[in-house]
């Protein structure tokens, strides 16, 4: 099955500074990675996806880059915001109504 | 986007009894709903998919007599947590596919269950 890792597991940041977060996948087939912010206790919420046929993706502060050779794919946050503090955690599927596997999380901390 | 409720938000049952958790995709018809459970500050594992009109998929070390799954409409899935205990303390979420937004998927609010 598809195995998704992610790290840093924990990332401080100064308000204004940049946040990437990295991750890998394993399953070759899987064409479909979105990415998820949970604040506590909460729902996660879909902030951006990128799809296999993508290199990369950006909305607005956030963006995602996917290298399908090696198997890797980012986020990347721009002038973060204390309100960006949260858990984020990356995912891979391969699509229609296939499970989606997520990577363990990474807890962002922007200091202000 | 696509709509996915769940009920209840918070649930406390006494050990040994059952406790029953709805998935609802609102403005959406479902034919997969997929059921996870969250320990604290740990990643979202999936427990089952969970079929239309047919059986539930279960992971792995998953015991399917003990979380029970029930799809019997395009618009509700139910899991039932069966004799319950402490352990089995956590948030479960549902989530669904709705087949239209490129496999985007929705989550419920997810449901606390504490086991006393």
């Known amino acids: 099955g598809e195995n998704v890792e992610q790290h840093p597991s924990t990332l401080s940041v100064q308000e204004g500074d940049s946040a990437v977060i990295k991750c890998t996948y394993s399953?070759?087939?899987?064409?479909?990675f979105p990415w998820y912010k949970q604040e506590l206790g909460k729902r996660p919420q879909l902030i951006i996806d990128?799809?296999?046929?993508?290199g990369e993706k950006k909305d607005q502060r956030i963006a995602v880059t996917l290298n399908k050779t090696a198997k890797h794919f980012s986020l990347h946050i721009t002038e973060t915001q204390p309100e960006d503090s949260a858990v984020y955690f990356c995912?891979?599927?391969?699509?229609?109504?296939?499970?989606?596997?997520f990577g363990i999380g990474t807890k962002l901390q922007v200091i202000p | 986007g696509a709509v996915v409720s769940q009920h209840p938000s918070w649930v406390i049952c006494k050990s040994g009894t059952s406790v029953k958790i709805e998935c609802r995709s609102l403005?959406?018809?479902?034919?997969?709903m997929f059921w996870y459970r969250q320990f604290p500050k740990q990643s979202l594992m999936l427990m089952a998919t969970?079929?239309?009109?047919?059986?539930?998929?279960?992971e792995q070390g998953v015991e399917k007599d003990k979380f029970l799954i029930n799809h019997a409409s395009l618009t509700l899935s139910t899991l039932t947590v069966t004799s319950a205990h402490p352990e089995d303390s956590s948030f479960y979420i549902c989530?669904?596919?709705?087949?239209?937004?490129?496999?985007?998927?929705?989550f419920g609010e997810g449901s606390w269950l504490t086991v006393v």
């Open positions: 989530s669904a596919d709705d087949g239209i937004s490129g496999n985007t998927i929705y």
């Open positions: 399953d070759s087939a899987s064409n479909y």
């Open positions: 990128i799809r296999s046929n993508v």
């Open positions: 995912a891979a599927s391969s699509g229609g109504y296939q499970k989606v596997t």
């Open positions: 403005d959406f018809q479902a034919t997969t």
């Open positions: 969970s079929n239309e009109g047919s059986k539930a998929t279960y």
